[in-house]
C-alpha cells in the first residue's frame, strides 16, 4: 500500500469497483452489501470472455487491465479482483498500475485459514486454473513453513452452481467424489472459487463435520472494510446506494442468475462489448 492512496480520503463516497470473470464474484458483492450496507459498488462480470481459468497469464493480465481501467474511469474508490484466477495471475501488476487500493481474494482467504487451522493441515479448493497457478501453496507457505497444503481441483461446482444445482443430490453426489480423499487429511479447507459458498453447506456436509471452512468472499468483504476504515474511505452516504452491473455478454442470464446469487433482484445491468473496453 502505498501512501499516495491516503490521497484519495476526501473521495469516501465514491463506489467500490469489483470485478470477476463472470458470476461468481456476485459473492464477494453480496457480502459487501451485508457488511458495508451504505457503499455503492459497481461490478463488472467479464461474461463474453469467462472462464478464465483455461486461459495464460498474459492473457488474463490483458483482460483484467481493460477491465480495471474501465472501473477506474468510473472513479471507483477502490477495486477488488473477486476473481481466484485473476487475483493469482494479475493483482500484483494491477497493484503496480494504479494509485488506489487494488486487493483480490485469495490472500484475504490464506491468513483467515492460517488462524483458524488448529494443525496447519489445509485443504484449498478451486477452478484448474487456480489451483494449476499454485498461488494458494506459495502464499500459504511462505506465510507459515510448517504449513502443509493440500490441493484439489473442482471445475464441475461452477456449472452445477450456474445451473442453479445447489441443492442436488446431484452436487452433494460429485462434492463426495472431490473431496472424498482430501478431507482425511485436513482440519481447515479453504473455497478458492467465489463460486463455491453458494454450496458451502453441501461442501460441509460431505467433509468432516470438525473441518472449518473458509468463505473467501466473506474474507475478503472483511479486508475491504478494514481498508476503507483504515484510510477513513467509508461512505457517509445516507441514502440506500445504487448499485451498476456491467456485462460483456448476456445480460438477461447475467440478471437471472446474479438475482440468485444475491437473494434479491437486481436492475442497472449494461452490457458493454469486451473489445470496447480499453
Known amino acids: ?31 459487501l452489501i451485508r457488511q458495508l450496507p451504505r457503499e455503492q ?11 478464465y481459468g483455461n486461459k495464460s497469464a498474459e492473457t488474463v493480465q ?15 474508490k477502490m477495486i477488488v479482483v473477486a476473481c481466484n484466477t485473476a487475483s493469482s495471475f494479475a493483482l500484483e501488476m494491477l497493484q503496480t498500475r494504479f494509485d488506489l ?7 484475504p482467504g490464506v491468513r483467515s485459514a492460517l488462524v483458524a487451522s488448529p494443525g496447519k493441515k489445509i485443504g484449498v479448493i478451486g477452478t484448474t486454473g487456480t489451483i494449476n497457478s499454485g498461488k494458494y501453496i506459495h502464499l500459504l507457505l511462505a506465510a507459515d513453513s510448517s504449513a502443509e497444503v493440500f490441493t484439489q481441483a473442482c471445475p464441475l461446482f461452477v456449472p452445477l452452481v ?30 478458492g472459487c467465489t463460486h463455491y459458498p453458494i454450496i458451502k453447506n453441501v461442501i460441509q456436509k460431505v467433509v468432516d463435520g470438525n473441518i472449518r471452512i473458509i ?3 466473506v474474507e475478503t468483504a472483511n479486508q475491504v472494510r478494514q481498508i476503507l476504515t483504515q484510510y477513513a474511505l467509508l461512505s457517509d452516504l445516507q441514502k440506500p446506494p445504487k448499485h ?16 440468485r446469487f444475491l437473494g434479491e433482484p437486481i436492475v442497472n445491468v449494461e452490457r458493454v462489448h469486451s473489445e470496447d473496453l480499453f
Request: proline share 5%.
Open 101 to 107: 487500493p487494488v486487493i483480490g481474494v485469495i490472500e
Open 162 to 191: 450456474e445451473e442453479g444445482w445447489e441443492a442436488s443430490p446431484i452436487t452433494e453426489m460429485v462434492a463426495r467424489e472431490y473431496l472424498q480423499k482430501l478431507s482425511p487429511q485436513i482440519d481447515t479447507l479453504i473455497l
Open 41 to 51: 459498488i459497481i461490478y463488472f462480470g467479464d461474461t463474453a470472455r469467462v472462464p
Open 244 to 259: 451498476q452491473y456491467y456485462v460483456s455478454d448476456l445480460p438477461q442470464k447475467f440478471e437471472e442468475i446474479a438475482e
Open 215 to 217: 468463505d473467501t468472499a
Open 62 to 76: 490483458k483482460f483484467s487491465l481493460q477491465i480495471a481501467n474501465f472501473l477506474a474511469a468510473r472513479g471507483v
Open 1 to 31: 500500500m502505498t501512501n499516495q492512496w491516503l490521497k484519495i480520503n476526501s473521495k469516501r463516497n465514491l463506489p467500490i469497483g469489483v470485478f470477476d470473470s463472470g458470476l461468481g464474484g456476485l459473492t464477494v458483492v453480496k457480502q
